[in-house]
């Protein structure tokens, strides 16, 4: 068996977009579709985002058909810890490879329409490069919210004040690094991984959050630890983990629009002002949060511009004599 993909980096996340090998997917919506590729390419899926063939930080994406008449492509996305409903780099990183390599055709010239399990999202084409391809793209997904502030979170640590914020796709606690006891360095990932699963499980034993459009709760899926930014240019600097142990390479989607409608929130980022979001491995993202009325506290649209940068191709031989058909996952 041969399964081939391209590969990008979104602001230092790694994303892999499988280009073939996989059987065709059956079902009539992307929920249908997910336990269809959860059948039939589970076991591929990880092998494609655990070593020795991926690591951790690998976010794999592959396209299906849409469940609206008018979206161009629908994606489901998987990691080595298993399927997720939306990963907004990587479908920013995919749209990329997917146009440049002329696998979507958008109905409408640079706007690509994409339908997730976690509902629409739209990834635009701000401009192009040489030979007319596509390297920046700009990312609007489902509208955000601030569902708790300034929360008081007494963990086996210490006690931080917290917000609690829907990033359209995902709960995320947003707290200060220094206030935490955690510098936001390379250096100290491990520092940040045990702050983050600390807090985000003290949290989900204090909170009952329902997300708008929600008729349940849904759980703290991941902690965004922010602090000053080390570029002149950048206004904010944060770093994203999650429920799973992962720690974020780039500004991450989810961690971006968590922070700028906490940021819009609290009256610091207002309608068309651009906050800078850097990320722990020095890249930085753009973001504009706009709210749907006039109301701090109502959902928030955050539209966020990145730049995808391709990393190569791959053939991916299984080989049913090796043992680690199905990787190891290490965190």
Excluded at 54 to 74: I, K, M, N, S
Excluded at 267 to 291: I, K, M
Aim: proline fraction near 5%.
């Amino acid at each position: 068996m041969r399964v081939t993909t391209l590969d990008a980096h979104v602001g230092g996340a790694a994303v892999r977009l499988v280009t073939s090998g996989l059987s065709q997917l059956d079902g009539a919506s992307m929920a249908e579709r997910r336990l269809s590729f959860d059948h039939t390419a589970g076991d591929v899926s990880l092998l494609l985002t655990r070593e020795p063939r991926g690591h951790a930080g690998v976010v794999g994406v592959v396209l299906t058909e849409a469940d609206r008449p008018d979206a161009d492509a629908g994606m489901l996305f998987f990691t080595g810890a298993g399927g997720r409903a939306l990963s907004g780099h990587a479908a920013m990183a995919a749209a990329v490879l997917a146009l440049n390599h002329g696998l979507v055709t958008p109905r409408v010239a640079d706007l690509l329409q994409i339908d997730t399990e976690a509902g629409a999202v739209s990834i635009a084409v701000p401009a192009r490069v040489a030979r007319q391809r596509v390297r920046a793209v700009r990312f609007e997904g489902p509208p955000a919210a601030v569902l708790r502030g300034n929360v008081r979170v007494t963990t086996s640590r210490r006690t931080v004040r917290v917000d609690v914020a829907w990033s359209g796709s995902e709960v995320v606690a947003i707290v200060e690094g220094e206030a935490a006891g955690v510098p936001l360095s390379p250096s100290h990932t491990l520092e940040l991984r045990r702050a983050a699963l600390d807090l985000i499980t003290t949290l989900d034993e204090m909170l009952t959050l329902t997300p708008p459009g929600h008729s349940t709760a849904v759980p703290v899926t991941a902690c965004a630890f922010v602090g000053p930014a080390t570029d002149i240019n950048a206004d904010v600097r944060s770093v994203l983990v999650r429920s799973d142990g992962n720690v974020g390479r780039s500004p991450s989607v989810s961690g971006t629009a968590a922070v700028s409608v906490v940021l819009a929130a609290m009256g610091l980022l207002t309608a068309g002002a651009v906050c800078r979001h850097e990320s722990l491995s020095g890249t930085s993202w753009t973001a504009e949060a706009t709210p749907t009325v006039h109301d701090p506290a109502a959902l928030t649209t955050v539209a966020i511009a990145a730049e995808v940068h391709e990393t190569g191709s791959h053939e991916f031989v299984v080989d049913t004599a090796d043992p680690l058909t199905r990787g190891v996952l290490w965190q």
